[in-house]
């Protein structure tokens, strides 16, 4: 796909090698992305990635990630700081959107773009606030181990959880999430039953927690009990959605406070999912 766009731009898919480049452009921007989160996107919808080049130098991105039939997430939404006001960013977000075919698509815009998402067609959902800090070490409960130690059935009861939690299923990405080096799996069992799960990872300015789903808020508290622990006094984020006011008393509960905000929007309506399990968001760039 080749789109033309003002000023001779011209946006085109993007490669995981295009990727390496706008996820500086994303650290820059201070969104501290995952250090191994590109290979895992990718691995949901390679074709849902697009660059937009200036006489073959990149200048504009935007993510729109398929999530089967009915659902997208779109993300990336970058143009390089010289170069913004110019449409760029607008031609790149109409190739990428046009992905998306009759999707409903999620975003999390952070607040100075969310005027601009609500003529484009989305409307808020809730806020979505990121907490960040060095959580203390304390005791990690019974019940919570590695995932690749579970079970026999831990990837099923897993991924059957994750769906539960989220508006669409995700294999593909969830497959490379829970396995991609430097990523660290905690399940927490009860009477051998999956009650929850969470990821820590590598970011760019801190270890990244996301996502953080739990039937209840004793099982959340283990399971960042047992992430804190492999974070080892390193610094830590976390994005926690507003209307689970229980995770945002756990996070403050650990002494980490709110540094920023964004507001998860949507074009239209989306699966019904348990919203009262996310304690934290996977990631802000694919929902």
């Known amino acids: 796909m080749t789109s033309p766009g003002p000023q001779d731009l011209v946006v085109t898919r993007a490669t995981p090698d295009d990727w390496a480049v706008v996820a500086r452009w994303a650290g820059d921007e201070g969104w501290n992305p995952g250090l191994s989160d590109p290979?895992?996107?990718f691995a949901q919808d390679p074709e849902g990635f697009f660059i937009g080049r200036l006489d073959g130098e990149p200048v504009s991105s935007v993510s729109v990630v398929n999530h089967g039939d009915d659902y997208a997430f779109l993300g990336f939404y970058l143009v390089r700081p010289e170069l913004r006001g110019q449409g760029h960013g607008l031609a790149t977000w109409k190739t990428a959107?046009?992905?998306?075919?009759?999707?409903?698509?999620g975003l999390d815009g952070v607040v100075a773009q969310q005027d601009n998402y609500r003529q484009s067609g989305f409307e808020p959902a809730h806020r979505?606030?990121?907490y960040s800090g060095v959580a203390p070490a304390v005791p990690v409960p019974d019940g919570v181990r590695p995932v690749e130690g579970a079970g026999p059935r831990a990837a099923q009861d897993l991924a059957a959880y994750d769906s539960a939690c989220h508006p669409a299923d995700r294999p593909r990405f969830l497959e490379r999430w829970l396995t991609t080096d430097g990523h660290r799996a905690l399940a927490r069992i009860v009477d051998g039953r999956l009650t929850g799960y969470g990821v820590i990872r590598?970011?760019?300015?801190?270890?990244r927690i996301g996502p953080l789903f739990a039937d209840t808020a004793a099982d959340a508290r283990a399971?960042?009990?047992?992430?804190?622990?492999?974070a080892a006094g390193r610094p830590l984020a976390i994005d926690v959605p507003e209307p689970n006011?229980?995770?945002a008393a756990l996070v403050e509960e650990y002494g980490l406070t709110p540094s920023f905000e964004t507001?998860?929007?949507?074009?239209?309506?989306?699966?019904?999912?348990?919203?009262?399990r996310v304690f934290g968001i996977t990631t802000l760039e694919l929902g």
């Open 39 to 41: 290979a895992c996107f």
């Open 223 to 230: 399971l960042l009990a047992g992430l804190a622990a492999e």
């Open 263 to 276: 507001a998860r929007m949507y074009t239209g309506p989306i699966r019904p999912h348990a919203a009262e």
């Open 97 to 105: 959107l046009a992905h998306a075919g009759a999707r409903t698509v």
């Open 245 to 247: 006011t229980a995770a």
């Open 202 to 207: 590598p970011g760019r300015d801190a270890l």
């Open 128 to 130: 979505t606030f990121r």
